[in-house]
């Protein structure tokens, strides 16, 4: 099945609904002087959030924002397996939790997501015939029920994850093994940025022209190195000293 449907014509608003031209609006800047100014978002569509008992008898609905998501397709998918391996993470948010992904939406290009970061209340219509209207104007899709199902469960893996210490939770074999390779890494990118040090002190003493950007790049990559292992370097060192009781 797919993501989105069309939703009937006459059918009433419901949660997984997809709203176009919506003006959507957050507090900005809070000073002590002012209970803070109304702040207009960016995005014009939203996701209904709001189950649809509470939509009955409500005329506020609580909504999320949607977004045309950035064209960043990578080049290298050549293959069924590598494109599906891509469209999976973007449907499981594997990589944004925060964003859940509808694909394309009826009449518009590019893909689009829902996301769980702007959350909104918008007023609607008592029910009746001004209700009905409102949503048959601005609805322009909804979400199959198998990924209502779905947003119930991403929306709580969003708000509920505490989440971890990313440096402390390796066992101390696992641990060693990433700081000895990152620390290998490291002495490799080390002397491939002393290679090109020697060589521009050769070129200098020559009158040559040395290309600078070479090594800006191997002492940035080098720097990127010892920023990522420093980390688990320190959580090493501290169950070494824990370990020695001191």
């Not at 189950?51 to 293959?79: A, F």
């Not at 449907?91 to 959350?119: C, E, H, I, K, M």
């Not at 009158?207 to 002492?219: I, Q, S, V």
Request: hydrophobic residues 35%; contains cysteine; negative net charge.
């Amino acid at each position: 099945m797919p993501i989105i449907e069309i939703a009937t014509l006459g059918s009433p608003l419901s949660q997984g609904d997809i709203l176009k031209d919506i003006n959507l609006f957050a507090t900005g800047e809070v000073s002590n002087a002012s209970n803070g100014v109304v702040k207009k978002s960016p995005h014009h569509m939203c996701l209904v959030l709001t189950r649809p008992c509470g939509i009955e008898h409500k005329e506020s609905v609580i909504v999320t924002g949607v977004e045309k998501l950035k064209d960043d397709v990578p080049r290298e998918l050549d293959t069924l397996k590598k494109i599906l391996s891509f469209l999976t993470n973007l449907r499981d948010g594997l990589n944004s939790p925060d964003v859940f992904y509808l694909g394309q939406l009826p009449t518009l290009p590019g893909r689009y997501g829902a996301r769980f970061d702007d959350l909104h209340t918008i007023q609607i219509p008592p029910v009746g015939p001004d209700r009905q209207a409102f949503v048959d104007s601005k609805r322009i899709g909804a979400l199959h029920p198998d990924f209502v199902r779905d947003l119930h469960a991403r929306l709580f893996r969003a708000v509920a994850s505490l989440g971890f210490d990313d440096y402390g939770w390796l066992s101390d074999s696992d641990l060693k093994w990433l700081v000895d390779c990152g620390q290998a890494e490291l002495l490799h990118a080390q002397a491939e940025t002393q290679v090109l040090k020697t060589q521009r002190s050769s070129q200098e003493a020559k009158g040559a022209h040395f290309d600078e950007k070479k090594l800006k790049d191997a002492e940035s990559f080098e720097q990127k190195i010892s920023e990522s292992l420093r980390p688990y370097e320190e959580e090493y060192q501290l169950r070494a000293l824990q370990k020695s009781g001191l």
